[in-house]
């Protein structure tokens, strides 16, 4: 049993200087920070788990996704069928699983191409100063495009040459991801731009072009890394933004073709049928919701941890 | 300012010259052909014959160049003669760009359902602002209470939530299951009396609700985010010291500071609206300009297609002109840029 | 406060410009003047005296109507905006036979008003029929809209090549003789139906020719002698009718509707809601909706469907020439480049067909608006039964038949062979459409149980029936295996309909893909058996026996094998009285003077 001076000596007593401490690097305090944000945690638990169900579940439920069986059509939620069946006897969350694959592929895939754009102009207008005049009215004149009705054209203009040379699959995807990554960089490139320009006046970029590094090592040993934070938060929302496109293209009938199960086409095929199997629409539409909301709450998690006047507190 | 605005509307002529070239070029690839309605008996010389005559088998430069004609002169022309009563020039035999499945000139077609859609989007817009700022002024007045908790979670399910999906779940409840309000929109109804616009209200509600509360989630998160960062600010703190009240130091001093970057994304926003026009008149078979492009494209209708997303694009411009002035005259900075 | 002052500018700007209503295209107000018209003997008129008394009616096609202009029509949908206004001198009633509308009787060749060699044939007008603007009705109007339409730069949507003139004998005959070369056996393809209805001289005139695009006016709202007159047409949106006082049935109290709006917009499940559902409109047309939809939404109990068969069949073609011949594909080249699985294979075709099965793709596809059907004329009085075995779905005899053939699978594949060791793989395109890949989803799972493979794909629609074959989707090329669609016939004439298939209607390269002949199908004992029934009068009773051996022959040669008869589906509300069965070979407008709401 410690006395009352015991406990008192022990708080008092001088703490010898921790050297050795850990040393916490940038991305752990990002991390801790993250952790920190709840909505931001539950969305990533959520986006883990949906897309772990896509990239397992075909494996592991048994049934058959393309299967027909027109005895079992229109059922509602069952034991064998928990999100019921289609009008074709098909079982709906063996579709809403393989489905999801193409609209995360599209949704990633799409997001991946439009911040390579995005970011290259960004950083080629902020550093390079005769080029920033005409790369920002380009993006202006991206920005003033009607991105549907462009969509809506391409796709019908392009579907089939496509389809001819790559094959039914692979030519509507890279057809859709590559419209929507070249919709969808303007945002990015504008505010990595910003960031560039800011950088570009700072102490150790000066520094080293200073010592002669060349201007391609400047950009991408210092210039870039310090951009990441806008270029984080613009991937997260990017892909929000993918998928709903994507969805939006299945529903109008312009997107994947009838054999391909995306949730926003399983949402365009059941929407007559909500008398008699709701969940044939509330299953992929809810998927939709959760995916771009988890996306949603990430990009707002990692936009909080990345700012420092947060992250000291 | 005066400077200002003249020299952003000078900015925008160039960029719809561009962007019409890239319309039309784009759509030039189209397969359509209204020679590939007629019966099969007609021999081929008669079909490229008729070809001819509607110009198809011109040069590329040349059938912009005539389009471009057509869009930016007989157009207006056209325009100030039917709304002033004049005649300018030629004006019985003036060529004027021909829908390809109406046979009728594209441009009277798109202004006959225009005001649909302005009317659908322009509510859920001001709708929308309505709701969306004040949310986003007290969640972030009020950070980190109940009041922004919640609201942070409702407005991040509202922007995530397709509107194509809400609008599904927004018709079956409302018109099939309660039948309150009509799945059919009825575009001939003329409001002139309590009764038609009880009625024009009723079938408009669905379609505005389900756009406005997607636009509100948007922007109440920026607003939000834009007034936090003004609330920290020094010039927050001197006013408070000074000893005004809490009413005046927000609505005056920090609201007009955070509306700016609001105004800039509204703008941005303009595209994404048009776009959500696109899906919601779908759903809701409002006989809009966005379903008129739905059925242009089903069938092959190219001069519509093209008229049409010029036209989308002559209201993003102005719409971006719009928000550049009035970001003007909020930002004092700007406008001696 | 400036802040205020430039946002509220701005909101006023803009409610003024969604406020102004633009002016409207085209459309004026007709009315009539002028005296009353004779009745047309034998008909009811609706209750309520007096003509246009009734109210409003809402007419539903989800595909709207682009302009009322029956020459100029793409689709079904302008020809029925066009029938309210425009009348031809006989319609097809819809049991297939011919009723009189501005003609005073059907020509026959037992009064003479057919010539006895084919050449010719006569119509006599109704006495004292007026225009809507109260103009008489002349022969010479109907020789006007023979003008019009064979003028070629009119683009017109009909096909007149076969007349060699129109004559007006006076002014109330007219005088139809065919080209030389040419003698029509069925005489009744000029001027009947909606596709052909008589446009007035008067207001066409000046829209011949290369004028015809620029006529708007006259095609928004043309004169015409039916119950309505176009009051207003917003294309690809609605149009709205008003009663024409100067129609004959006037004096009876028809039409009874005073005002008919066509309304576009939505798809076919909607339209079919509002009318049946919610009670918001009382037809809808077209209702392509999957029976277990349409069935709850009909026993709602507010409106009822009707089906109308003519003789739409859902088929397959098999390809009669050799699809896979890379040097000349699908090219029937005078009959040396045969397909090497279905060319005259009747047996094969037989046992495909056997395995199919016809009532499941029935139920699931079209619900009562379709019925498994064998032949490709499935109408009553002409029907050949002696095909019906197939309506018996038997996969243990088609495997048998395939044994027997020597199809045989011989490396274990779960694929059959043919003797000559081909694998029967197939490959089958039809349209993009959720029903029609269900259907081949069916054939697909139907023919794997008989050991034959089947890959599927799908055009888009527009690319698959472009009469121009722009691309190489399109079903004249064939340049597949199998392909599946509908086939229809615009008028109850099986001449006319299998003339299609004579080896002279081959679409080949060297024709430019002209000619109805899908299938490549050629067959000299066919030729000689349509040849027969081309002089075979109308009256004649060997003519069924021929129409019979037609519809065989195309069977028992292996070229199609027929699927599903389908109907047209209307809906229409409980209250509207007086339509009768639902008119599938002419406007299902066609009697909407005799509408009325009980």
Redesign the interface.
């Known amino acids: 049993m410690a006395t009352t001076q015991e406990r008192v000596e022990e708080l008092v007593a001088p703490q010898p200087m921790q050297t050795g401490t850990k040393h916490r690097t940038l991305g752990e305090d990002v991390w801790r920070q993250f952790k920190r944000h709840k909505g931001a945690v539950v969305g990533l638990v959520l986006l883990a788990i949906i897309v772990l169900a896509t990239l397992l579940g075909p494996i592991v439920w048994p049934p058959d996704p393309y299967l027909i069986d027109t005895i079992q059509a229109n059922q509602g939620p069952s034991i064998d069928h928990p999100f019921g069946t289609d009008n074709l006897g098909r079982d709906l969350l063996a579709r809403s699983l393989i489905g999801g694959r193409i609209s995360l592929a599209v949704g990633f895939a799409a997001m991946l191409v439009g911040l390579f754009l995005g970011t290259a102009i960004g950083v080629v207008s902020g550093f390079f100063r005769r080029l920033d005049g005409p790369l920002m009215r380009v993006t202006d004149l991206f920005l003033a495009l009607p991105i549907l009705p462009l969509l809506l054209v391409v796709i019908m203009l392009f579907r089939e040459p496509l389809k001819a040379s790559f094959g039914e699959e692979l030519g509507i995807f890279l057809l859709v991801v590559f419209i929507i990554g070249a919709t969808s960089w303007m945002q990015t490139a504008r505010v990595v731009r910003g960031d560039v320009l800011a950088i570009k006046e700072e102490e150790f970029v000066l520094a080293a072009q200073s010592i002669g590094t060349r201007k391609r090592n400047v950009i991408m040993r210092h210039i870039i890394p310090n951009t990441m934070s806008p270029v984080m938060v613009s991937a997260a929302l990017g892909v929000a933004g993918a998928i709903i496109t994507e969805s939006a293209l299945s529903f109008l009938g312009l997107g994947f073709p009838a054999s391909f199960p995306t949730w926003g086409r399983l949402v365009f095929d059941g929407r007559n049928y909500l008398n008699l199997n709701p969940m044939w629409i509330l299953a992929p539409g809810a998927l939709i919701s959760i995916t771009v909301l988890s996306v949603n709450f990430i990009g707002d998690g990692i936009r909080d941890a990345l700012d420092p006047k947060l992250r000291s507190r | 300012m005066g400077r200002y605005v003249i020299r952003r509307t000078l900015f925008a002529i160039p960029?719809l010259v561009?962007?019409s070239l890239?319309?039309y070029g784009?759509?030039d690839?189209?397969?359509?052909?209204?020679?590939?309605?007629?019966?099969?008996?007609?021999p081929?010389e008669?079909?490229e014959?008729?070809r001819e005559?509607l110009g198809l088998n011109d040069p590329f430069m040349v059938k912009w160049l005539k389009w471009m004609r057509l869009m930016f002169i007989n157009e207006p022309l056209n325009a100030i003669d039917?709304i002033f009563g004049t005649c300018i020039g030629d004006c019985e035999a003036r060529d004027r760009i021909?829908?390809w499945?109406?046979?009728?000139?594209a441009i009277?077609?798109i202004?006959?359902?225009?005001?649909q859609t302005?009317?659908v989007l322009?509510l859920a817009f001001?709708i929308g602002i309505f709701i969306a700022i004040p949310i986003g002024v007290f969640s972030a007045y009020k950070q980190y209470s109940l009041f922004d908790n919640v609201g942070?979670?409702v407005t991040?399910?509202g922007?995530?939530?397709?509107?194509?999906?809400t609008g599904?779940?927004a018709i079956?409840f409302f018109?099939?299951y309660l039948?309150w309000f009509?799945?059919?929109?009825?575009?001939?109804l003329v409001v002139n009396s309590w009764d038609t616009a009880v009625q024009q209200i009723k079938q408009m509600i669905m379609p505005v609700s389900v756009l406005s509360l997607f636009n509100a989630a948007v922007l109440s998160r920026f607003t939000r985010a834009s007034v936090l960062d003004n609330l920290n600010e020094d010039y927050v703190r001197t006013a408070r010291s000074k000893g005004l009240g809490e009413r005046t130091v927000v609505m005056t001093h920090v609201m007009?500071n955070s509306l700016i970057p609001v105004v800039t994304l509204i703008a941005?926003q303009v595209?994404?609206i048009?776009?959500g026009a696109?899906?919601t008149e779908?759903i809701f078979?409002i006989?809009g300009i966005g379903?008129?492009?739905?059925?242009?494209?089903?069938?092959?209708d190219v001069p519509m297609?093209q008229t049409?997303?010029f036209i989308?694009?002559v209201l993003?411009?102005l719409f971006?002109l719009?928000a550049d002035v009035?970001y003007g005259?909020?930002d004092p900075r700007i406008r001696y840029d | 406060m400036k802040r205020w002052k430039w946002l509220g500018l701005f909101a006023v700007f803009a409610l003024v410009l969604a406020a102004c209503s633009p002016a409207d295209t085209g459309g004026t107000t007709t009315t009539g003047e002028g005296p009353g018209t004779t009745a047309p003997p034998g008909t009811t008129a609706p209750p309520g005296g007096t003509a246009g008394e009734g109210g409003e009616m809402l007419l539903l096609q989800w595909q709207a109507p682009s302009q009322a202009n029956a020459y100029l029509s793409t689709g079904t949908k302008d020809l029925l905006a066009s029938s309210l206004v425009l009348e031809p001198l006989a319609e097809v009633a819809p049991d297939g036979t011919l009723v009189p509308a501005l003609a005073e009787a059907i020509p026959s060749k037992a009064d003479g008003t057919i010539a006895e060699d084919d050449t010719s044939i006569t119509w006599t007008l109704k006495e004292g029929l007026l225009w809507s603007d109260g103009s008489p009705v002349t022969a010479d109007d109907a020789v006007f809209t023979w003008e019009y339409c064979s003028n070629e730069l009119t683009g017109c949507a009909q096909d007149m090549s076969f007349v060699e003139s129109v004559v007006a004998v006076d002014d109330l005959t007219i005088q139809v003789t065919w080209l030389a070369d040419k003698p029509q056996a069925y005489p009744f393809t000029m001027f009947t139906t909606f596709q052909q209805p008589i446009i007035q001289r008067a207001q066409f005139a000046d829209c011949v020719g290369a004028a015809a695009q620029g006529c708007t006016d006259q095609n928004f709202s043309p004169v015409g002698t039916g119950p309505y007159t176009v009051t207003e047409l917003r294309p690809e949106d609605t149009v709205v009718y008003g009663f024409n006082p100067n129609y004959r049935g006037a004096a009876e109290g028809r039409p009874f509707f005073g005002t008919v709006t066509i309304k576009g917009g939505g798809d076919a499940e909607a339209s079919a809601r509002s009318v049946l559902e919610i009670d918001e409109a009382d037809y809808g047309w077209n209702l392509q909706v999957a029976p277990e939809i349409l069935g709850p939404m009909e026993a709602a109990g507010n409106g009822v469907v009707k089906v109308g068969f003519t003789a739409n069949v859902e088929h397959l073609n098999l390809n009669q020439t050799d699809n896979r011949n890379d040097a000349a594909p699908s090219d029937y080249a005078d009959g040396t480049n045969p397909n090497p699985f279905f060319y005259l294979n009747g047996d094969l075709a037989r046992a495909l067909s056997m395995a199919i099965n016809r009532e499941e793709m029935t139920a699931v596809a079209y619900g009562p608006a379709g019925a498994p059907t064998c032949t490709l004329w499935p109408v009553p009085g002409d029907i050949a039964t002696s095909l019906d075995w197939c309506l018996t779905h038997d996969p243990d005899g088609a495997n048998a038949l395939l044994d027997q053939l020597g199809y045989v699978d011989t490396d274990d594949d779960g694929i059959r062979e043919t003797p000559d060791g081909l694998p029967l793989e197939f490959e089958i395109v039809t349209s993009t459409n959720a029903v029609r890949q269900s259907e081949q989803e069916l054939i697909a799972r139907d023919w794997a149980a008989i050991g034959v493979g089947v890959s599927n794909r799908n055009e888009d629609a527009s690319l698959f029936f472009d009469g121009t074959c722009a691309s190489d989707a399109c079903i004249w090329k064939f340049f597949t295996d199998i392909q599946m669609f509908t086939n229809g016939a615009s008028l109850p004439d099986a001449l006319g309909y299998f003339a299609g298939f004579k080896c002279s209607e081959i679409p080949t390269p060297a024709n430019n893909w002209g000619g109805g002949n899908t299938t490549h199908y050629c067959n000299p004992e066919f030729d000689t058996t349509w040849d027969e029934l081309s002089i075979t009068a109308l009256d004649d009773p060997a003519r069924i026996a021929l129409v019979q051996r037609v519809q065989e022959l195309i069977v028992e040669d292996g070229a199609i094998i027929s699927l599903v008869h389908r109907a047209s589906v209307s809906a229409f509300g409980n209250d509207i009285q007086g339509v009768g069965d639902l008119n599938a070979w002419d406007s299902e407008y066609w009697n909407i003077e005799e509408w009325s709401r009980g």
């Open positions: 960029t561009v962007i890239i319309i784009i759509l690839l189209a397969p359509g052909d209204p020679a590939g309605q007629l019966p099969l008996t007609i081929a008669v079909r014959n008729i005559s039917s021909i829908s499945s109406s046979r009728a000139p009277d077609i202004m006959q359902r225009l005001p302005l009317w322009g001001i942070s979670v991040m399910i922007f995530s939530l397709p509107t194509f999906f599904l779940l079956y018109s099939v039948g009509p799945s059919l929109y009825d575009t001939t007009r941005l595209p994404g048009f776009a696109i899906i779908q078979r006989n379903a008129l492009l739905i059925t242009a494209i089903g069938q092959s297609v049409l997303t989308f694009a993003i411009v971006n719009l009035t005259v909020l």
